[in-house]
């Protein structure tokens, strides 16, 4: 199957579409032209017909009775080339004048002219001579009659179907200046939109093949279109944070394995080969090691199970204050050992929930907040009742985390500190799990926080 491009495309078509609409305008500017035209013509020769009776009315002398018969047959024969054949009669109807028994060759020649032109020109009317008959008169006295012959139901000289044809190639030439503007205007209007289609493709394509790092940087005036390019750029960036994170990812599970197995192998090695003794003490550390693998593991699975679309939740009604409470009870000790301050208000919000779920996401901010905060901090956990949301903040006044890290903090794995130092946390799972467990609910969790100043928690959950 043949492929064009867009910008063919577009312009073709919008070229046929201009075109179809110049064609249809033409035929019907032409047809209703014409016909006003030739309503017109017709309105005018009855109206000539009746000029030359008021005229000819005016050659009659009241006095003597006489008609002035030398200007009746001068305006006879003008009236005969402009194709009117007038008979004139007394009042007795007795001719006065008479066009064909004055010049009947002329009269035929000019007849059969005008007959043999409305045939070839306006074949359908089937039009013919026809006869009217005008009373003259002077004021109320009747002074004779006048038959004024002329083809019906109208006729068109020379003149008339030059202009006619003037008038199509006019709108033949304005058809085809038209046609050439919106091939022009379709080339242009197709650039414009093939044209970020293209980038677009090119980049998308460029993705594809793992380049993440192009973007879309040329300015666009159409509202789609520049949702598109801006989609495409959201789209980079996020496959670009993604990658970072994936390799991110692969280096700290690395870090978070490596090291124990290290340990318990460097352990192992030297009890087998007899370099130490297998003492309980080093086989307790061996044990730690391990340990600390599985609960590794055991943390993937728990977020692999939480992050499971078809994770069921057993709800039911909770007040989230107590909970909170419940919550922070398990913190105590380390608080105490930290000389750390937690103050717990708000309203009571009776939410249908999973105790055990949320409990575990609650549960998880409020490790985080004790694991970074300073000695003899505080920490502030506030709860507010709304209409359709119950709201849980969790603040305290740790080490804080940096704007551009705020939006990653969710990631699995991602963690603030560089150092990676098991005091201050786990292997980077707990927001993760907390966030998908929110979500899970059908709610939202941001975090809001300044370096050196603490960070803010904020978990939302609808009602109901």
Not at 410 to 416: A, D, G, L, Q, V
């Amino acid at each position: 199957m043949r492929h064009y491009s867009l910008r063919t495309m577009i312009a073709v078509r919008f070229a046929l579409i201009v075109l179809t609409v110049i064609l249809l305008i033409s035929i019907a500017s032409n047809i209703l032209i014409s016909m006003q035209f030739e309503k017109y013509v017709g309105e005018q020769q009855s109206k000539e017909a009746e000029e030359i009776a008021l005229n000819l009315s005016h050659q009659y002398d009241n006095a003597s009775g006489e008609w002035n018969l030398d200007y009746v047959h001068g305006l006879g024969m003008y009236a005969m080339n402009e194709g009117y054949i007038i008979k004139l009669y007394d009042r007795n109807e007795n001719i006065l004048w008479d066009a064909q028994n004055h010049d009947m060759t002329l009269c035929s020649q000019m007849m059969d002219a005008i007959s043999n032109r409305m045939q070839e020109n306006r074949p359908e009317l089937n039009g013919d001579f026809v006869a009217r008959r005008f009373d003259l008169r002077q004021g109320k006295t009747a002074i004779g009659f006048l038959d004024v012959s002329y083809y019906s139901p109208y006729y068109l000289n020379e003149n008339d179907f030059q202009f006619i044809e003037a008038l199509n190639r006019i709108l033949v030439a304005v058809g085809i200046v038209c046609l050439l503007g919106a091939v022009g205007m379709g080339l242009i209007l197709a650039n414009d939109i093939a044209k970020p289609i293209a980038k677009t493709v090119e980049i998308t394509e460029q993705i594809s093949v793992g380049d993440y790092s192009i973007r879309f940087k040329e300015g666009v005036r159409t509202k789609e279109l520049f949702g598109l390019s801006r989609a495409v750029n959201q789209m980079a960036e996020s496959l670009e944070e993604q990658e970072t994170l994936r390799k991110r990812l692969t280096t700290d599970e690395a870090h978070e394995l490596r090291t124990p197995l290290a340990n318990v192998s460097s352990y192992l090695e030297a009890i087998i080969e007899g370099v130490w003794e297998p003492t309980q003490e080093r086989l307790k550390s061996c044990y730690d090691e391990l340990e600390r693998i599985s609960k590794l593991v055991s943390e993937l699975e728990r977020l692999k199970q939480v992050e499971n679309e078809n994770l069921k939740l057993h709800k039911t009604d909770v007040d989230l204050l107590e909970l909170a409470r419940s919550v922070v009870q398990n913190f105590a000790r380390q608080m105490e050992d930290r000389n750390l301050h937690c103050d717990i208000s708000g309203e009571h919000a009776v939410l249908l929930i999973d105790r055990g779920r949320m409990q575990q996401a609650i549960t998880n901010i409020v490790s985080n907040a004790v694991n970074y905060s300073d000695e003899n901090g505080n920490i502030r956990i506030v709860m507010e009742n709304r209409k359709d949301v119950g709201i849980i903040r969790v603040e305290d006044e740790g080490i804080g985390i940096a704007e551009g890290e705020l939006k990653l903090i969710f990631e699995r794995f991602y963690r603030t500190d560089k150092s990676r130092s098991r005091r201050t946390g786990g292997a980077g799972i707990g927001l993760t799990i907390a966030n998908a467990i929110v979500r899970a609910h059908g709610g939202t969790i941001s975090a809001e926080s300044e370096v050196g100043h603490g960070s803010c928690f904020v978990i939302t959950l609808p009602k109901g």
